[in-house]
């Protein structure tokens, strides 16, 4: 007897019905499917959000890059540190060096005030003073519009995030930034990194600007390799010139991005999560309402042999199938609407603005085809059971 | 009214059916009353802003200093009441996710700019007479479980207190808000200590101003003067009435508004469809009787008010259970664990809900409705 082939050619035959019914039950169908896609669409669309963040910091960090800032500091905005100190970092063991020397930028990050292009409101855009081996510390850094700032010149270069963002920062304009005018002169990109939020100036020439005497924030350096960093951070700790902490570039990074990426994944969850539960009773609304419509059907095939399981697996492959639909349409919308989609917000651990965009990454559109899934599942499973318990002569009789 | 107990009774026919579409229906708006609340949290300061105040910030950037010489100046501006200042002190207590604001004041004028911060005259005494006192909003005070005459000490990420970045103060009062939406996650302690504690760097400046003016109808001229009394200074100022000052910074985290309005779409849409077709379906199954209720004399008119009736109930009772809720779950407090320290359901939202849930009853039930008004009695009843 062959039994399995049997019973998954049950299965076919009653998937296949329910299929071909689907027609006639258009505007249930339409509700389930759709819903699903809402709920799935949300879900990427607001944790593409969290990961287009993510994705900002974590390309920014290279594992041989390293920071170093006053111990204590949270951020460089809080941070300062003295030329002498800048000075002894910079010559500490462990940076990889150029003929121009160690690949140490001290630096300087501050914020003005510039108005987003979108709503006109101010926005707290930082402004970075740089050394020359900046460039070589961030390596992914290129010039795509117009030239480097002269040294010692009060130009800026603008990131490319920061270009879009903000208004005034194309090529050929002036920045104003209270009684100074800063000329733009270039654009650079850095691989979507945080560093497209930011102005780049001469630290020396934005130290006189504010006022700074010899004093930096921060120093960035390149390591000679990602090993090399526990060293380099045990030598400066140890120090008893410096009172520093060591972070390395990556973690740092990641630091910054927690505040946000928190809140925008808990209350993303929590809303994909309550939508999920609003899909499901979509769902069940519609596969009840498939089960009653074909209640005599499914008692024929009962009293002609069919068995309960293949009536309960084909009704919760049609709901599985109906889920997977909508998950598709919701992810390919989320796609579609909210990859690469560019914004600012701002980064709370150093009050300025950072810019980047939306990600919805592979992963993402998986995990929304699985919670589609999974709606389809419980959806389907709770109807499937009534209709295989279904008393067959009872059924029969409504005929 | 007579006929709602027949409302009621279609109502009950497919329990199954009316419940899923009903909790649908709740989760929705559940939904509502969530992101309602989010949005709150995130904008909703712009409401409570006072009025008759002006915030004056340094024209580069809020991260640069004032000097405090300025509040004399201000005070001397013609329309200004008085100004008094306060200072970004960037605290940690214990952990850096224990995140809530602390600012040094001048206690007596911040307590008469601040009139919604209300407070027990005598700890305000004790204020006065504490140098290192302090005073904390109630919702922080609960979070750490602080009582009046404990010790907090905090760690200050700019400033150190005599060569130490730990600042110890006492808490000499724990104050509540006016209004449910005014936030008491800050602490206030005092600016004289601050200042004289403080080492070199700074000392002597502020973050920024509070005007209180004397008639808010002058507030652009009084912000233009105050601007143009510091303009070519090497602190130039920037002014600007509260709401607004509020407004560019929860502007500066994104647009919320915009992103609250396109989920509440697509989650109201998919509601609409749920509920459209299960109104569909009920009449399309009832067809026959309404054939017989036109047979025996009812009005198209009431025929169409039958329907509506059924699809209004069903939202409205869903709406109201979705609502009360979400108010449930939203007063156990932030979901965020301190990042939002101003999430609550504000009654507009409640009132807007409740409007939204009659909406979407009507919507849904009015293609229904007009199919039903639109059936001929031989038709209808052939069909039985």
Known sequence: ?399 | MKFLHLVWCNLKRKKLRTSLTLLSIVVAFVLFGFLSAIQQALVGGVALAGADRLIVRQKVSIINLLPISYEARMNRIPGVDFATHQTWFGGIYQDPKNFFMQNPVEPENFLKMHPEIIIPPEQVKDWLATRTGAIVGRRTANRFHWKIGDKVPIQSTIWSANGSRTWTFDIVGIYDGKDKGTDTTPLFFRYDYFDEARGGWGKGQVGWYTIRIKDPSQAADVAKRVDAEFENSPAETKTEPEGAFIQGWASQIGNIVFIVAAIMSAVFFTILLVTGNTMAQAVRERTGELGVLKAIGFTNGRIVTLVLAESCLLTVLGGTLGLGLAWLMISRGDPTSGLLPMFFLPVRALLTGFGISIVLGFVTGIFPALQAMRLRVADALRRM
């Open chain 1, 1 to 399: 007897m062959a039994g399995p082939i049997n019973w998954f050619s049950q299965i076919a035959s009653i998937t296949k019905f329910g299929l071909l019914s689907l027609p006639q039950r258009r505007g249930a169908v339409a509700a389930t499917v759709i819903g699903i896609a809402g709920v799935v669409a949300v879900l990427v669309g607001v944790l593409s959000i969290a990961a287009g963040f993510r994705q900002a910091m974590t390309v920014s960090g290279s594992p041989d890059g390293a920071i170093v800032m006053r111990s204590g500091a949270d951020s460089e905005m809080v941070s300062g540190l003295g030329r002498d100190e800048t000075r002894v970092i910079a010559d500490t063991p462990g940076i990889a060096r150029t003929a121009q020397g160690p690949l140490a930028s001290a630096e300087l990050f501050v914020i003005i005030d510039l108005p987003k292009r979108s709503t006109h409101t101010d926005a707290n855009v930082p402004l970075r003073g740089v050394e020359p081996a900046a460039l070589l510390v961030r390596d992914k850094l290129k010039i795509i519009e117009g030239r480097m700032f002269e040294w010692g010149k009060d130009e800026v270069i603008v990131g490319r995030g920061a270009a879009q963002e903000f208004a005034g920062l194309e090529v050929g304009s002036k920045m104003k930034v209270g009684r100074y005018e800063w000329p733009v002169v270039g654009i650079f990109s850095a691989n979507g990194g945080v560093s497209e939020s930011e102005i780049w100036s001469d630290a020396k020439v934005l130290q006189d600007a504010y006022n700074r005497g010899d004093s930096f924030q921060s120093v960035s350096v390149r390591l000679n390799s990602p090993d090399a960093f526990q060293a380099f951070k045990d030598a400066l700790t140890s120090n008893p010139q410096l009172n520093v902490q060591v972070i390395r570039q990556s973690d740092y990074y990641v630091q910054q991005s927690e505040a946000i990426t928190r809140l925008v994944t808990t209350l993303g969850f929590l809303i994909a999560f309550l939508m999920a539960i609003g899909a499901v009773f979509g769902a069940l609304n519609t596969m009840y309402s498939a089960v009653a419509a074909r209640s005599r059907e499914i008692a024929t095939l009962r009293a002609l042999g069919f068995g309960g399981g293949a009536v309960v697996v084909s009704l919760m492959f049609e709901s599985l199938a109906l889920a997977l639909v909508g998950g598709a349409v919701g992810a390919a919308l989320a796609f579609l609407a909210f990859n690469n989609f560019h914004t600012s917000t701002m980064n709370f651990q150093s009050f300025s603005q950072i810019t980047f965009a939306f990600k919805v990454t592979p992963a993402l559109l998986v995990r929304g085809i699985v919670w589609a899934a999974l709606i389809g599942l419980i959806g389907g499973l709770f109807p499937a059971i009534r209709a295989a318990r279904m008393p067959i002569a009872a059924a029969l009789r409504e005929l």
